[in-house]
């Protein structure tokens, strides 16, 4: 017998109540101590026939955990119709599985029945739920796991819960909840493909939680952090006005601009020369970056500052969200170097897609996520992961409402970002056409930015995001044209919706910068930022061109007729439509590779 086939001890005793504790070497002495456990005489029929079924549940164990070693063992070799029968073939095991417990259930039921209790303890009680929840687990979509508690099975598997050592009981939502773990998976799955095993993911209650849990699981007293210039009012405010704070943790933080490995190095550079006392002290330096950033959607160089930085010994964090999955998959690289060691995502925006909801995640490398406690793996102790380090003690975790909506919403990810990126290169070529406007957006050919969308973005797309400012128009005129934009240009903050959004980031998400780190980022009083969105784009240019007509022509004559024209634009239209589509369709693979 192979070893993969002998029946595995430790999994049988995983499965007795005394897991931790039982001496027994056999399946009849655990199934006695199961008995004995519960107060059950092993000599009447009830028992017997509960000995014989404790019996072949752990001889299940057993078998169920030589089928994960032979699948992780042979999983990579199979070919695509025997992976198929694989998974279709555990699929039937886990209905039998099913069936079983939910045959258990009338005898279960029957048994609480007959307790008779009296009905104020009935209804303080409610329903019991694991009589009804097995079937649930056939639900199409994750089950919505409302509850804050859990029921669990006994006093060493609850030990076991508390040390992270038994993911099935998840004790308390604030810490693991159906889900929140569901969607976790599904985000893993998304962002790193190919490497989803190497990676775990923590959703929080906002962007910005995700954002200050990596920051304080990785920052400690008088460290540095190399920011990249343009990020996230929000995360800009809590980096400055928080973490360097002196009364805080006195980080120091130096920003870089530009969007390459050289521009990063040069940072670099210069701020180990500044921080060298705090540096020879033995504190230590990290990298934030946002990218695509906030707000004119400019790409970042990420591989190469990743390389960069891990070169110098030095962690990356990134906040993905502009991007999504969809054009950027910054973990998917196969250099391991040119990763960022935590992904963010603020799901609120574009991976939930309908602006209904808030919520955020950190992806990391499992072992820097979680490891059971009192475990050390790839010399990382249990203690120094984001789980226990922060996490299992801040509270700002994602509940399971809201974990769902954001499932929904990702399930519908590609299609809405390929219709907004289209939106987006129609939108603006039609706004860089007009010689009164100044557009920052990587879709112009012409733009600094524009070689780092086509050698990083999915089929060198745009991110839905850019900026431009209308010259030569008098400030208040700026601002009667800009009042009047509803309702094609939404008048609220926040970006990654199905509607198209305009704001003015001095105004708003960038009003915490100060004028020099405004003009330092590109943002003028009057700049405007487009989130677009998935409306049809000649109404969205129709409304400008009215609403130019409206509140701009008056005071500056001619400008209208400025823009391009509507035989230009249907062209311009159809020209982008057709190209984008066309690149897609020869992006994927083909038949032949699909079947192979
Ligand atoms: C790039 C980026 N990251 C993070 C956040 C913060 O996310 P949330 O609003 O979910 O806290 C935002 C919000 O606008 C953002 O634009």
Avoid at 141 to 168: H, M, N, Q, S
């Amino acid at each position: 017998m192979s070893e993969t086939n002998t029946p595995s001890l430790a999994a049988m005793r995983n499965l007795s109540p005394r897991r931790n504790t039982t001496s027994a070497e056999t399946v009849d002495e655990l199934v006695t101590e199961q008995l004995v456990h519960f107060g059950i005489d092993p000599a009447t029929q009830h028992g017997r026939t509960l000995a014989s079924l404790a019996g072949r549940l752990y001889e299940a164990g057993a078998d169920m955990d030589a089928l994960w070693r032979l699948t992780q063992q042979s999983i990579h070799n199979l070919d695509r119709s025997d992976r198929i029968a694989y998974f279709n073939a555990k699929k039937f095991l886990s209905f039998q599985t099913a069936k079983l417990l939910d045959s258990l259930q009338s005898p279960f039921r029957r048994s609480y029945q007959s307790l008779q209790l009296d009905d104020s303890t009935q209804t303080a009680k409610g329903p019991y739920a694991i009589f009804d929840n097995v079937t649930a687990v056939f639900s199409a979509t994750p089950v919505i796991a409302r509850t804050a508690t859990y029921i669990y099975a006994c006093a060493e598997w609850i030990e076991d819960a508390f040390k992270g050592k038994e993911l099935l009981l998840e004790i308390y939502s604030r810490l693991l909840n159906p889900t929140s773990v569901s969607l976790a998976n599904f985000i893993v799955d998304i962002e790193a493909g190919p490497y989803a095993t190497e990676y775990f993911a923590w959703n929080f209650n906002s962007g910005m939680a995700a954002i200050d849990s990596v920051l304080s699981h990785v920052l400690g007293r008088d460290d540095i952090l190399i920011s990249s210039r343009n990020i996230y009012g929000g995360a800009h405010q809590l980096i400055h006005d928080w973490y360097a704070k002196p009364s805080n943790l006195s980080i120091g933080v130096e920003t870089f601009s530009g969007y390459g490995a050289d521009d990063f190095q040069q940072c670099w550079e210069q701020t180990k020369t500044k921080y060298a006392d705090r540096l020879a002290a033995g504190r230590n330096a990290y990298v934030y970056l946002e990218s695509p950033c906030n707000p004119h959607g400019y790409t970042l160089d990420v591989p190469a500052i990743c390389r960069a930085a891990h070169d110098a010994g030095l962690r990356v964090i990134l906040d993905a969200t502009v991007g999504t999955p969809f054009l950027m998959q910054p973990l998917q690289r196969v250099d391991p170097r040119e990763r960022p060691d935590f992904v963010i995502h603020s799901y609120t925006k574009d991976l939930s897609g309908a602006g209904s909801t808030i919520a955020g995640v950190v992806i990391g490398r499992n072992h820097d996520m979680f490891i059971p406690k009192g475990e050390t793996a790839d010399g990382v102790a249990w203690n120094e992961t984001m789980f226990w380090n922060v996490y299992y003690v801040k509270g700002a975790f994602l509940n399971a409402d809201t974990a769902f909506e954001v499932i929904q919403g990702m399930r519908t990810l590609g299609v809405r970002m390929l219709n907004k990126c289209i939106n987006t290169e129609i939108l603006a070529r039609f706004f860089d056409a007009h010689p009164h406007i100044i557009v920052h957006c990587n879709a112009l050919t012409d733009d600094e930015n524009s070689p780092l969308r086509e050698k990083l973005s999915f089929i060198g797309l745009p991110a839905p995001l850019f900026t431009i400012d209308v010259e030569g128009v008098p400030a208040e005129v700026f601002q009667r044209f800009f009042d009047s934009l509803e309702p094609m240009f939404a008048h609220m903050i926040s970006l990654g919706q199905s509607n198209t959004i305009v704001s003015c980031p001095a105004l708003t998400t960038h009003s915490e910068l100060d004028e020099a780190a405004l003009a330092a980022s590109g943002i003028g009083p009057t700049t405007m930022r487009m989130a677009i969105g998935n409306e049809d784009p000649k109404d969205l240019i129709a409304h400008f061109i009215q609403a130019a007509k409206l509140a701009i022509e008056p005071h500056v004559p001619g400008f209208t007729a400025l823009f391009l024209s509507p035989a230009e634009i249907d062209q311009l239209v159809h020209d982008c439509y057709l190209g984008t589509h066309r690149r897609y369709i020869e992006s994927k693979a083909s038949m032949a590779e699909h079947l192979g």
